[in-house]
């Protein structure tokens, strides 16, 4: 099976430019979450999809918004990038709601920086 | 809302020593997980508990979740160097939700 793959790997913004990072989930996973990962806060949890509905979200800003295909592939805008959105975004899919083992397998990552 | 706490944050030991590192939530949990990610990379997907008062084995890993369900602990036997990085809980509620722990750093000196 593939992997997740997340494009792109690496961007540079500047702060006010809007983002969208892109997740391409394993074959059959239904479930996508989103996290953000800095130094300072860990894994903070941004949103989860399945089936083209969000059914949970973090404490982030309307800034942030999510969605997902009919393919399970799912993407997320941040609008109005600011300095401290500069983070390692990672995407996890999973048979979360499917399955009772609910494994999440992360992809490799966006390394966004904000200038 | 709901926590998960980890400690310790950092932890440095000499090659054949032990290691643990515990996380707590602030709530029942319904299971929890536990990922290890190397320097650079991505979280790996470890094991996961359900149960209360489990407890699972891996090679030199052993898991386990506590009788209430709201704690959970990682031991390694005998560290190597492969086992360097950052160990993460995730605590699960049920609700699509998975909240990481703050993670230990694990370091393994030679």
């Known amino acids: 099976k593939a992997g997740v793959t997340q494009t792109p790997r690496y961007l540079i913004k500047t702060r006010g430019q809007q983002v969208t990072l892109s997740c391409s989930p394993i074959?059959?996973?239904?479930?996508v979450s989103w996290y953000q990962q800095t130094p300072g806060q860990g894994l903070q949890f941004l949103f989860e999809?399945?089936?083209?509905?969000?059914?949970n979200k973090g404490n982030f800003p309307g800034r942030f918004s999510g969605r997902q295909f009919s393919n399970s592939r799912s993407e997320m805008n941040v609008s109005t990038l600011e300095l401290g959105d500069s983070a390692l975004y990672l995407c996890?899919?999973?048979?979360?709601?499917?399955?009772?083992?609910?494994?999440?397998?992360f992809g490799p990552g966006t390394r966004l920086t904000v200038l | 809302g709901q926590q998960v706490m980890q400690i310790p944050q950092y932890q440095h030991v000499q090659e054949g020593e032990d290691f643990t590192t515990y996380c707590n939530s602030s709530?029942?949990?319904?299971?929890i997980q536990w990922y290890k990610q190397r320097p650079g990379g991505h979280p790996v997907f470890l094991i996961q508990?359900?149960?209360?008062?489990e407890v699972k084995k891996q090679k030199r890993l052993t898991f386990q979740f506590g009788e209430a369900k709201k704690n959970s602990s990682l031991h390694i036997t005998a560290t190597q160097t492969t086992d360097v990085g950052t160990y993460f809980c995730?605590?699960?509620?049920?609700?699509?939700?998975?909240?990481f722990g703050t993670g230990t750093r694990l370091k393994v000196l030679a």
């Open positions: 999809y399945f089936s083209e509905t969000q059914r």
């Open positions: 709530t029942t949990l319904s299971n």
């Open positions: 995730a605590g699960y509620s049920g609700t699509y939700k998975y909240i």
């Open positions: 508990l359900v149960k209360s008062g």
């Open positions: 996890a899919s999973s048979s979360l709601g499917q399955e009772p083992n609910n494994e999440q397998f």
């Open positions: 074959s059959g996973h239904r479930s």
